[in-house]
């Protein structure tokens, strides 16, 4: 295998034998003409992939599609029905809590136990001793049996094995839902040293905007297949659209099925006569039922022109343009911004900014106008994703969805060091002396 490859999987699968009675499996062991009393099941059909070393590669899919399976085979706690598995490196995992403890061992008992798994000695896990139990941060309950512990503790204290024994390769699968505020911010500021220093990390989320802000490449598992795999942008995106439309086929929306008579050449004719607007040419495929079409994207300044730069503190006009290709009540437009990293900066529509009730109309065009002061937020680059719904802000239906349409850049020549930048006022006081104080 080459050398700058951390993990390789070739037509990966793994089986099991499902039997509707616990004496099927009896009969199927002595019958004498090898009948059947199973069905096959494939937790994994057919996968592979490759990771190269100081790759970060999210693995993402529904519950039940094949993620714990593949890290399980991966880590060497499974072996595969079909296929062959490479793992170039030291692999430090946590799966599911509670995997490698021994729940009567106490915490400290516990470090010591999982080093020993890993292959280090006592004196070594010794050096370690410090890091661990300092990121843990669990104090006096390192002494007392796991069982004991909460389920943020027992991640906490997990957590702090698997980072801290010097892994080549770190699996990560949906271990950090458990853990407080703090204790998340604080693995993500680890993994971003971990990257730094060139390891590799396979990460398990449903949580897109962590998957977006860790990593580069993303595995999509569907029913234990691989739908896809390459960009993280894409394939968030089109695993998004695929959820949209799995929850629009359990709401039924408000749609008078009248269709619309115009062709939608027909359709294009008349908008490019009468109501002029940028054509979206992006290659991504929008989610939603499409009984909507959006037309146009695009973002106004206060000159009327056309403008991806924009500056805080400035007024600008946010436009989606839509046909409709039936009669629908309740129509919601409305986008998100988003940092590059999956970060959700401000969130617009229809229903929660003006309370606006829309019917549309089969074959006619409809503009949302979104007029708005640019917040003061960093400076960089950041993704539009606009939409059409159906409903409630509660429920509803998704017609169209075009999930980071649109590249945007901030300008903002102040010196903020946070997402978002507050004006405020400070006033010094220096205690003790009269009338000595400073006010900007």
């Known amino acids: 295998m080459n050398e700058n490859i951390a993990v390789k999987a070739e037509n990966l699968s793994k089986m099991y034998k499902l039997y509707e009675k616990p004496v099927d499996r009896l009969k199927e062991s002595i019958n004498p003409f090898r009948k059947k009393y199973h069905r096959e099941f494939y937790a994994l059909k057919d996968v592979s992939f490759e990771v190269k070393k100081g790759e970060t590669v999210g693995i993402i899919g529904k519950n039940g599609s094949?993620?714990?399976?593949?890290?399980?085979?991966?880590?060497?706690?499974?072996?595969?029905?079909?296929?062959?598995?490479?793992?170039?490196?030291?692999?430090?995992?946590?799966?599911?809590?509670?995997?490698?403890?021994?729940?009567?061992?106490t915490g400290m008992e516990n470090i010591y136990l999982n080093g020993l798994i890993m292959g280090y000695t006592k004196q070594e896990m010794d050096g370690k001793l410090y890091d661990i139990l300092s990121f843990a941060d669990i104090g006096d309950f390192i002494y007392q049996p796991v069982k004991m512990y909460s389920s943020g503790m027992f991640s906490r204290l997990a957590f702090a094995v698997a980072i801290n024994v010097?892994?080549?390769?770190?699996?990560?699968?949906?271990?950090?839902?458990?853990?407080?505020?703090?204790?998340?911010?604080?693995?993500?500021?680890?993994?971003?040293?971990?990257?730094?220093?060139?390891?590799?990390?396979?990460?398990?989320?449903?949580?897109?905007?962590?998957?977006?802000?860790?990593?580069?490449?993303?595995?999509?598992?569907?029913?234990?297949?691989?739908?896809?795999?390459?960009?993280?942008?894409?394939?968030?995106?089109?695993?998004?659209?695929?959820?949209?439309?799995?929850?629009?086929?359990?709401?039924?929306?408000?749609?008078?099925?009248?269709?619309?008579?115009?062709?939608?050449?027909?359709?294009?004719?008349?908008?490019?006569?009468?109501?002029?607007?940028?054509?979206?040419?992006?290659?991504?495929?929008?989610?939603?039922?499409?009984?909507?079409e959006i037309v146009s994207f695009f973002i106004?300044?206060?000159?009327?022109?056309?403008?991806?730069?924009?500056?805080?503190?400035?007024?600008?006009?946010?436009?989606?343009?839509?046909?409709?290709?039936?009669?629908?009540e309740n129509v919601i437009f409305?986008?998100?911004?988003?940092?590059?990293?999956?970060?959700?900066?401000?969130?617009?529509?229809?229903?929660?900014?003006?309370?606006?009730?829309?019917?549309?109309?089969?074959?006619?065009?409809?503009?949302?106008?979104?007029?708005?002061?640019?917040?003061?937020?960093?400076?960089?680059?950041?993704?539009?994703?606009?939409?059409?719904?159906?409903?409630?802000?509660?429920?509803?239906?998704m017609l169209c969805w075009y999930h980071n349409l649109q590249k945007v850049r901030i300008e903002n020549e102040g010196y903020n060091i946070s997402l978002i930048e507050l004006d405020s006022k400070v006033e010094i006081i220096k205690r003790g002396v009269q009338e000595n104080s400073c006010y900007s």
């Open 66 to 105: 094949g993620k714990s399976t593949l890290l399980k085979i991966i880590t060497g706690v499974l072996t595969p029905t079909e296929g062959d598995i490479f793992v170039n490196g030291k692999v430090s995992a946590l799966l599911e809590l509670g995997a490698g403890f021994n729940l009567e061992l």
């Open 166 to 292: 010097d892994p080549e390769i770190l699996v990560i699968d949906e271990a950090l839902s458990v853990g407080d505020a703090f204790f998340q911010n604080k693995c993500f500021h680890k993994f971003d040293s971990f990257k730094e220093m060139g390891r590799t990390i396979l990460f398990v989320s449903h949580d897109m905007g962590s998957v977006k802000q860790l990593c580069s490449r993303v595995l999509w598992l569907d029913k234990g297949t691989k739908a896809d795999f390459g960009d993280k942008y894409r394939i968030c995106a089109g695993y998004t659209n695929h959820q949209i439309e799995d929850q629009n086929k359990n709401i039924k929306p408000d749609i008078n099925h009248h269709k619309s008579s115009s062709s939608q050449n027909e359709v294009k004719n008349i908008q490019n006569k009468l109501y002029p607007v940028p054509q979206i040419q992006s290659k991504i495929k929008p989610g939603g039922t499409g009984q909507a």
């Open 300 to 328: 106004k300044d206060n000159s009327n022109g056309i403008t991806s730069a924009l500056e805080v503190e400035k007024e600008y006009t946010f436009h989606i343009v839509a046909n409709f290709r039936a009669d629908i």
């Open 334 to 397: 409305g986008f998100i911004l988003e940092n590059l990293k999956g970060i959700q900066i401000l969130g617009l529509n229809s229903f929660i900014c003006g309370k606006i009730k829309c019917s549309a109309n089969a074959g006619v065009l409809y503009e949302a106008v979104f007029k708005l002061l640019m917040p003061k937020i960093q400076k960089g680059e950041y993704l539009i994703s606009p939409a059409v719904a159906s409903g409630t802000q509660k429920e509803h239906v």
